[in-house]
C-alpha cells in the first residue's frame, strides 16, 4: 500500500498542475472575453430597443429561445447550474463524481449565454468550475485519476479558473484552500499556484497589466477614522446574514411559479430587457459599476436605489438557477453599501467625501468575508483586484468585524450552505465503496487529540492511521506515536465514506460529539 507521496510525484504533480493552468487560462480568458463583448453588445441593442419596436421584439423572443437552449443544456447537466462551487466543494470531498467533458462545453455555452446578456451574475464562480474540469480532464488523460492526485488538479485547476476570471493568482489559491479544499496541505498549495501563477500570465497578456478593480483613491484612511471601520463591519454583517437568508430562499419561491426547475431561467432573462433599457449602464456582474461609484456623485436616493436594483435583481437572477456565480455580484453590493455609508457620514460631518473610494474598496472584501466566511481569500483577492498593499490593514479589521457578526447570526459560509442542497451522487457512492482512499486531516492549536497518544484517540471504525506527518518529516504511527499541533494525520477510508468519515474525524479533533 503506498502512503506517501515522492519528490518524484511532487514535482510530476506541480508540472501538471502549470499545464492546468495554461488551459484553463486560455480557456477562462475566452470565457471572461466572449462575457465582455456580449454586454457591451446587449447594452447597445437594449439602448437601441428604446425606440425600436421590431428590435424590442426581437431581443424578447431571443430571450426566451437563450431560455430554452440553456434549459436544455441544465437538463442534460444540471451540474452547470449556478456558480459550480458547491459542485466542486463536494467532487473534492468524495461526494459526487462529475464528468468533466460534460460540464466544460456546457458550463462554457451556458455561461457565456447567461451572464452575456447583462444578468447580475459573475463570471468567477463558473471559471473556477471550468479549470477544475480542465484539471479533471488532465488528470484523466495523464492516467492520476485516482484519489489524491486527481483531487489536487481539481483543486489547482479552480484556482487558475479564479485567477485568470480575476488576474488574482495568490487569491486563487488561497480560495481553494481556504473555502473549496479546507486543507492547507503543501502539496495542494505549491499545485494550486503553480496553475494559478500560470492561468495568470495568460490571462495577463490577454488582458493586459491593469488591475481588474482599479478604484482611485487619493489618500490612506487615517488611524483616526477607523471607528468608521468597526461600524460599517456591523453593517456589512447584517447584509451580509441577510444576503444568505434570501439567496438559500430563492429556490422555494422560484418553486412557487410552477415552472419545471430547468427553465426557471426564463424570468431573469426576460426581465433583463426593460432593465437594460432604464439603465444599461447598471447591469452585468458590476465590475464596470464599482470603479465608477465615486463619479455618481453624492446622491443618496441614487445609491439606496442601485443597492435594492443590485440585490433584488441578483437574486433573482442566481436563484434561477442559471449558470453563474455570486462572487461579482457579492463585491458589487458591498462597495455599494461602503458609498453609502461614506455619503451618510459625509452628510453628518464625520469623514471626508475624500475617504469614499476607501470605504468602497474595504466594503468590497468585508461583504465577501462574511458572507463566504473566507477572510483571508477577501482580503487577498481585493488587494491583488485594486493593485494597492497599501489597505491590507483596514481591510483586516473591516473584513474581521463582518465575520464576526455574521458568525453571531449563525451564519454559514455561503457555498457549504449551497453545498449542502446539491443532489448528491448515491450511485457513484456505491460504486467506488470497493476502493480505498487517502485522506489527510490536519491537527490545529487546541485540538481535543493534540498532545494525546494514537493508542488513547478514539478514531472511528473501518479507518487505517497509515502516516503522521510533522512538517516535511514522515513519522510511521503506532500506539506510542504523540499527537501534536500542527501535524498531519494520513487515514486510508473507505472511498464512498470519506467524506461521512472525514466530518466525523473533524467533529472529533474539534472535541465535538
Request: charged share 15%.
Amino acid at each position: 500500500m503506498k502512503i506517501a507521496i515522492t519528490d518524484n510525484e511532487k514535482l510530476k504533480l506541480t508540472l501538471e498542475g502549470v499545464l492546468v493552468g495554461v488551459i484553463s487560462g486560455i480557456v477562462v480568458s475566452m470565457f471572461r472575453w466572449s462575457i465582455g463583448q456580449s454586454l457591451k453588445v446587449f447594452q447597445g441593442l437594449y439602448v437601441t430597443a428604446r425606440s425600436n419596436l421590431s428590435l424590442l421584439i426581437g431581443l424578447l423572443i431571443a430571450m426566451i429561445v437563450v431560455a430554452i437552449f440553456v434549459g436544455y443544456l441544465l437538463k442534460k447537466e444540471p451540474n452547470i447550474s449556478g456558480s459550480g462551487i458547491p459542485q466542486v466543494e463536494a467532487q473534492l470531498g468524495g461526494e459526487m463524481h462529475l464528468k468533466w467533458w460534460s460540464i466544460l462545453w456546457r458550463k462554457f455555452v451556458g455561461g457565456i449565454l447567461s451572464i452575456g446578456p447583462g444578468l447580475f451574475l459573475g463570471r468567477e464562480g463558473p471559471s473556477i468550475q471550468l479549470g477544475s474540469a480542465i484539471g479533471q480532464g488532465v488528470g484523466e488523460l495523464t492516467h492520476d485519476n485516482r484519489g489524491v492526485n486527481q483531487r489536487v488538479l481539481i483543486a489547482s485547476g479552480a484556482a487558475a479558473g479564479l485567477a485568470a476570471a480575476f488576474s488574482a493568482p495568490i487569491a486563487g489559491a488561497m480560495f481553494v484552500l481556504e473555502e473549496v479544499y479546507h486543507n492547507f496541505s503543501p502539496l495542494v498549495w505549491v499545485t494550486s499556484l503553480a496553475s494559478a501563477v500560470s492561468a495568470n500570465v495568460i490571462s495577463l497578456y490577454v488582458f493586459g497589466l491593469q488591475p481588474v478593480l482599479q478604484v482611485p483613491y487619493q489618500y490612506s484612511l487615517p488611524i483616526k477614522y477607523y471607528w468608521h471601520l468597526v461600524i460599517l463591519g456591523i453593517i456589512l454583517g447584517l447584509m451580509g446574514r441577510l444576503y444568505q437568508i434570501v439567496l438559500l430562499a430563492m429556490p422555494s419561491i422560484y418553486e412557487k411559479t410552477r415552472l419545471p426547475r430547468f427553465i426557471h431561467g426564463i424570468i431573469p432573462l426576460i426581465l433583463i430587457i426593460p432593465i437594460g433599457m432604464a439603465v444599461p449602464q447598471f447591469i452585468g456582474g458590476g465590475n464596470g459599476i464599482i470603479i465608477n461609484l465615486d463619479k455618481y456623485g453624492t446622491s443618496l436616493l441614487l445609491l439606496l436605489g442601485l443597492l435594492i436594483l443590485r440585490f433584488v435583481y441578483s437574486m433573482i437572477s442566481y436563484g434561477s438557477g442559471l449558470p453563474g456565480g455570486i462572487f461579482l455580484p457579492i463585491l458589487n453590493l458591498g462597495a455599494i453599501i461602503g458609498a453609502i455609508y461614506a455619503v451618510v457620514m459625509n452628510q453628518l460631518g464625520l469623514l471626508p467625501i475624500a475617504f469614499e473610494s476607501n470605504l468602497i474598496i474595504f466594503a468590497m472584501a468585508g461583504y465577501f468575508a462574511c458572507i463566504g466566511k473566507a477572510p483571508f481569500t477577501a482580503i487577498i483577492l481585493v488587494t491583488e483586484m485594486v493593485g494597492s498593499l497599501k489597505h491590507l490593514m483596514p481591510l483586516a479589521v473591516l473584513s474581521l468585524v463582518a465575520y464576526i457578526v455574521v458568525d453571531l447570526l449563525n451564519g454559514a459560509p455561503i457555498y457549504e450552505s449551497l453545498k449542502e442542497r446539491l443532489n448528491l451522487n448515491s450511485d457513484y457512492l456505491n460504486r467506488v465503496s470497493k476502493f480505498t482512499d487517502r485522506l489527510e486531516v490536519p491537527i490545529y492549536e487546541g485540538s481535543s487529540i493534540d498532545g494525546k497518544y494514537i493508542r488513547d484517540i478514539p478514531f472511528p471504525k473501518d479507518i487505517l492511521v497509515v502516516g503522521v506527518y510533522r512538517g516535511e518529516r514522515q513519522l510511521i504511527p503506532n500506539g506510542d506515536t504523540l499527537i501534536k499541533a500542527g501535524d498531519r494525520i494520513v487515514v486510508m477510508v473507505n472511498a464512498g465514506q470519506r467524506a461521512k468519515i472525514s466530518r466525523k474525524l473533524k467533529n472529533m479533533i474539534n472535541g465535538i460529539n
